[in-house]
C-alpha cells in the first residue's frame, strides 16, 4: 500500500518560507503517478487545490498563490517539496500532497486521486 505522509515545520513566523516534503512510500512517485498535486484545507473551510507537477517537470499552479508556490519532485529521493514564499497567517492550514495517474487541474476533491497523503498541519503566527 502506498503511503504519503507530508513533513514540515508546524509552526511558521509570517513573512518566512514555508517548505513541506512528501516522501512515497510503497511506491514509485515517476512510476506510480504521472502528475504529482499539493492541496491546503484552512480551518474551517473546504480543500483548495494548490498547484501540480508533471512528470516532465511542467509545473502548474493556483492564481490565488500570485507567484509565492513553487513545486518540485526529486525522483532520486522520491518525494515531492512545495515552497510557499512570504506566509501570512492567512495560510494556516492543513497540507495535503496527493498522486494521480491523469492531470486533475483545481481538483481538490480526493476520492479523485489515486493515492493521498495523511496531510501536515501548518500554522503561520509570530
Known amino acids: 500500500q502506498v503511503q504519503l505522509p507530508e513533513s514540515g515545520p508546524g509552526l511558521v513566523k509570517p513573512s518566512q518560507t514555508l517548505s513541506l516534503i512528501c516522501t512515497v512510500s510503497?511506491?514509485?512517485?515517476?512510476?506510480?503517478?504521472?502528475?504529482w498535486s499539493w492541496i491546503l484545507q484552512p480551518p474551517g473551510q473546504g480543500l483548495e487545490w494548490l498547484g501540480t507537477?508533471?512528470?516532465?517537470?511542467?509545473?502548474y499552479y493556483s492564481p490565488s498563490l500570485k507567484g509565492r508556490t513553487s513545486i518540485s519532485r526529486d525522483a532520486s529521493k522520491n518525494r515531492s517539496t512545495r515552497q510557499l514564499n512570504s506566509v501570512t497567517p492567512k495560510d494556516t492550514a492543513v497540507y495535503y500532497c496527493?498522486?494521480?495517474?491523469?492531470?486533475?487541474?483545481?481538483?481538490?476533491?480526493?476520492?479523485?486521486?489515486?493515492?493521498w497523503g495523511q496531510g501536515a498541519q501548518v500554522t503561520v503566527s509570530s
Open positions: 496527493a498522486g494521480s495517474t491523469g492531470l486533475l487541474l483545481g481538483v481538490a476533491e480526493a476520492g479523485l486521486y489515486d493515492d
Open positions: 510503497g511506491g514509485s512517485i515517476t512510476t506510480n503517478y504521472h502528475y
Open positions: 507537477i508533471a512528470t516532465c517537470g511542467s509545473t
